[in-house]
């Protein structure tokens, strides 16, 4: 069964590293492997709630998903969004900057590295933004209690996450033009990194938006499909489960490219705070890709969808340091293993921490949380 559902991301996963080692050394290597972790890690919400979504379609709409939906994934948000943010923030167009990368790999990190304010503040804006929505919210588990109950207590009050997150990017952007004033040679970009900020904000304000947008129209396809269905019994006709699922079906699709289109958003932004190379980033990321696909077929076939309450917390965590090392290097550099290290420990600390208390439940009988 797992080697069944796994087979082509084992396989994918055992090519991509191999390749990374190959032409690149031993550092790709690790990258690459950090990065695939990460995403896998930070997408386990994502085929959480793709299996949910996913289940109550017909076996066409599910076929749909998981082919055009991965293309879409892997190929869209995995590979051509990160050489889109270079090209936009680096000024230089898409096909020019993979030319760079290939050609003139000096020249293409010195376009990278300048660019970097703009997409350390873009970037470290939409995570932070993910991060503290999570973590303002009421949850019915908490991993750490004594951090996550009075934040949710706090999170009571209107757009507090959005004026957390302004006030985080005006310190960035004010440390940054004070550091580039008392340094010889070094410019200010305090205002790019301001629109920038703003920029990555609108951005996860929009993705927000359509998501609830498609959200609200699958509700109201689905409570339509109910009544119609309820109207058939009481009329003693057959009801068609296949007929049923066509319209509700395309906005499940919608609804679940927008959502998938969300949660890749904090993988490939997360990915800049470890690497610029675009080619290690779009190889690990694309490994974590599949492993998405192959989680949401494992969790549709096992009805499984929470045995593991804490692992979404680790994953969002993760998602706030992130942030907070993306905003950092707008001005300091720190070593891309490290950055890489911390989220993969947080999420790993959450597994753990799930797996215990799912041992500590087990001779009660019960999955409730005390």
Not at 101 to 127: C, K, N
Not at 159 to 178: N, Y
Not at 292 to 320: K, M, N, P
Request: hydrophobic share 55%; net charge negative; charged share 15%.
């Amino acid at each position: 069964m797992v080697l069944k559902t796994f087979g082509w991301s084992f396989a994918i996963t055992a090519l991509g590293l191999a390749f990374a080692a190959w032409q690149w050394g031993w550092e790709a290597f690790g990258v690459v492997l950090i990065l695939s972790i990460l995403e896998i890690s930070l997408s386990f919400d994502n085929a959480v709630v793709n299996a949910g979504i996913l289940k109550k379609m017909n076996a066409f709409w599910q076929k749909i998903f998981l082919t055009v939906g991965i293309l879409i994934a892997v190929f869209g948000m995995r590979l051509v969004f990160p050489v889109a943010i270079v090209a936009i923030s680096a000024k230089v167009g898409p096909i020019e900057a993979i030319e760079l990368a290939l050609d003139q790999p000096e020249q293409y990190e010195a376009l990278v590295t300048d660019a970097h304010p703009a997409i350390a503040a873009f970037g470290g804006m939409f995570l932070l933004m993910i991060f503290l929505d999570f973590i303002f919210e009421e949850r019915e588990h908490k991993w750490l209690a004594w951090l996550e109950r009075p934040l949710a207590k706090l999170g009571k009050v209107d757009m507090l996450s959005v004026c957390i997150a302004l006030i985080a990017l005006l310190v960035s952007a004010m440390t940054f033009a004070v550091h580039a004033h008392t340094s010889t040679g070094a410019q200010d970009k305090s205002a790019t990194v301001l629109l920038a900020g703003v920029a990555g904000l609108i951005t996860y304000l929009i993705v927000g938006g359509l998501s609830s947008y498609f959200e609200d129209k699958l509700e109201e396809e689905e409570e339509r499909e109910h009544e119609e269905e309820e109207k058939a019994k009481a009329a003693g006709k057959p009801v068609s489960a296949v007929g049923l699922a066509g319209k509700a079906a395309f906005f499940l699709f919608l609804y679940l490219e927008v959502l998938d289109a969300s949660f890749s958003f904090d993988g490939v932004i997360g990915a800049f705070a470890i690497t610029n190379h675009i080619f290690w980033m779009a190889l690990g990321l694309g490994i974590g890709a599949m492993y998405v696909r192959s989680l949401t077929v494992y969790l549709v076939r096992q009805g499984t969808l929470d045995d593991y309450v804490y692992l979404e917390h680790g994953a969002h965590y993760a998602i706030g340091a992130l942030a907070v090392i993306l905003l950092v290097t707008i001005q300091h550099e720190i070593s891309e293993i490290i950055t890489g290290l911390i989220g993969v420990v947080l999420i790993a600390a959450s597994f753990w921490s799930s797996v215990r208390r799912n041992k500590r439940l087990e001779p009660e009988g019960s999955t409730v949380e005390a």
